[in-house]
């Protein structure tokens, strides 16, 4: 249990960093949450003017969910997680905890008063290093649905449906390792709303279209 809070922890503190709120605020001196959507993901970032910190911030906000992994990944293989006791927590459950904490930390971020991103690029970094199979076919899918519809609303929902199935049918994940995914995954659709009731109504924005008022952000 002192493992899961310890990677909880790390992992949330990680996820909660506003990669995209600092850059803005930084570079441009200006505040993205009153831009756009409002959304401080790369996506918001990047059609509020700023492409290049867009494209810093979805580096940046993928590079926290792969350090909370890792994190999970070095103390599960560490002496603290000696399976010669009866304390030993298979390493794969703490990577999913801390993948799981990492998002949460970006959806809700404390210093943001928990106003965060919709957590894509946290959960692709996460997911890359923890089924990395999984992760591929899950990428698959999100370039076909985007390439067939032009939605990467839909892309982005699709995807985290399909990664919990991926990653226990393709990587063999254990069930404690499928229901913190799953978690992950039902969390990045629950962000989507909006986005899912402008699909359903037809007038979300598809990808390279002119820009709309009602464009949702993804990252």
């Given at each position: 249990?002192?493992l899961?809070?310890?990677v909880?922890?790390v992992?949330y503190?990680l996820g909660?960093i506003?990669f995209?709120?600092l ?12 831009s756009g ?6 996506t ?7 492409k290049g910190l867009g494209?810093?911030t ?7 969910g792969?350090?909370?992994?890792c994190?999970?990944?070095?103390l599960?293989?560490s002496a603290?997680?000696s ?5 030993c927590v ?9 993948a799981l904490?990492a998002?949460?930390?970006h959806?809700?971020?404390v210093?943001?008063?928990f ?11 996460a997911f ?10 899950t990428?698959?899918?999100f370039?076909v649905?985007?390439?067939i519809?032009r ?8 995807g985290?449906?399909v ?11 254990k069930?404690?390792?499928v229901l913190?995914?799953?978690?992950i995954?039902a ?7 909006e986005?899912?009731r ?5 007038n979300?924005?598809?990808?390279g ?5 009602a ?5």
């Amino acid at each position: 249990m002192v493992l899961f809070i310890i990677v909880a922890a790390v992992g949330y503190l990680l996820g909660a960093i506003p990669f995209g709120f600092l850059l803005v605020k930084i570079f441009r001196g200006e505040d993205i949450r009153l831009s756009g959507s409002g959304n401080i993901g790369a996506t918001n970032v990047a059609r509020s003017g700023a492409k290049g910190l867009g494209l810093a911030t979805l580096v940046l906000d993928a590079l926290k969910g792969f350090l909370a992994v890792c994190f999970a990944s070095f103390l599960g293989s560490s002496a603290y997680n000696s399976c010669s006791t009866t304390s030993c927590v298979p390493a794969v459950g703490l990577m999913s905890a801390a993948a799981l904490a990492a998002l949460l930390g970006h959806v809700f971020p404390v210093w943001l008063r928990f106003k965060g991103g919709k957590g894509v690029a946290v959960a692709v970094g996460a997911f890359g290093l923890l089924f990395p199979k999984a992760m591929l076919i899950t990428f698959l899918v999100f370039i076909v649905v985007v390439a067939i519809s032009r939605y990467v609303s839909l892309g982005s929902i699709l995807g985290a449906i399909v990664f919990p199935l991926a990653a226990y049918f393709v990587d063999h994940a254990k069930l404690l390792s499928v229901l913190l995914v799953s978690a992950i995954s039902a969390l990045i659709v629950l962000k989507h709303s909006e986005n899912i009731r402008r699909l359903l109504a037809g007038n979300e924005n598809r990808f390279g279209a002119r820009k709309t008022p009602a464009t949702g952000e993804h990252a």
